[in-house]
């Protein structure tokens, strides 16, 4: 079945560092693939996403790009802010109603 | 505003005591579903909704029941609340397609003990 592993938490950055968060998948077709972010007390929203290989989805100076042959999407952001803390979801879908699935989650905290 | 709306927010239960967990959408979309959150699992789908009267299980439906008689109304029932389904619940929708994006409640943090 289709699965998604991304890097263990909680990451702890201070203010203006680079923030790389790994995300891999594993799926039978040619997924979509997102990140959405929570930040506390709130749901998730999408925070970008990417349709087919190559693909860059980008957003709030987030950016991941859709690596077919290593089946990964990374999110990078060069220059975290301390509003960046939140937890942050890989996820795949592959079909066309939507069905997300979801890695773990991965905390980010940003200090001053 | 476009928004998906749950309650309740939060929720302390005993064992056994039937509960409903309502969510709303306003956006005219189709496709609506439940997931509920854990620690080091992410979320994980429990039953999801193409359409109206369109139901079925997602990944882990056991203990849930769910019900679609309007497009915008997608309740969670738990017939008999243990324990193991103390959790944060999402309920989300989406439009459909390739690619779409779902738009999520604000969560339910249901205590069951």
């Known amino acids: 079945g289709n699965s998604v592993t991304q890097m263990e938490g909680p990451v702890t950055l201070s203010e203006e560092a680079f923030l790389t968060i790994n995300c891999t998948y594993t799926a039978t077709g040619y997924p979509s693939l997102f990140w959405y972010v929570q930040y506390p007390g709130e749901g998730l929203q999408l925070l970008l996403k990417?349709?087919?290989?190559?693909d860059k989805g980008s957003n709030k100076g987030f950016e991941a790009t859709y690596r077919k042959e290593t089946t990964s999407f990374h999110l990078e952001k060069g220059s975290v802010q301390v509003s960046d803390s939140a937890v942050y979801f890989c996820a795949l879908s592959e079909n066309s109603w939507g069905k997300l699935q979801f890695g773990a989650g991965t905390q980010v905290v940003v200090t001053p | 505003e476009a928004q998906v709306t749950q309650n309740p927010r939060y929720l302390i239960t005993v064992t056994g005591k039937k509960l409903t967990v309502t969510c709303s959408q306003n956006?005219?979309?189709?496709?609506m579903s439940w997931y509920r959150q854990d620690p080091g699992l992410g979320l994980r789908q429990i039953y999801y909704s193409m359409n109206v009267e369109v139901t079925d299980k997602g990944d882990v439906p056991e203990g849930y029941k769910v019900s679609r008689k309007e497009k915008r109304n997608f309740p969670l029932i738990l017939e008999s609340p243990s324990p193991n389904q103390t959790s944060l619940y999402f309920c989300?929708?989406?439009?459909?397609?390739?690619?779409?994006?779902?738009?999520f409640g604000q969560g339910t943090r249901l205590t069951v003990v």
């Open positions: 989300a929708s989406s439009l459909g397609g390739f690619g779409t994006e779902a738009f």
């Open positions: 956006m005219n979309h189709e496709y």
């Open positions: 990417a349709t087919k290989a190559d």
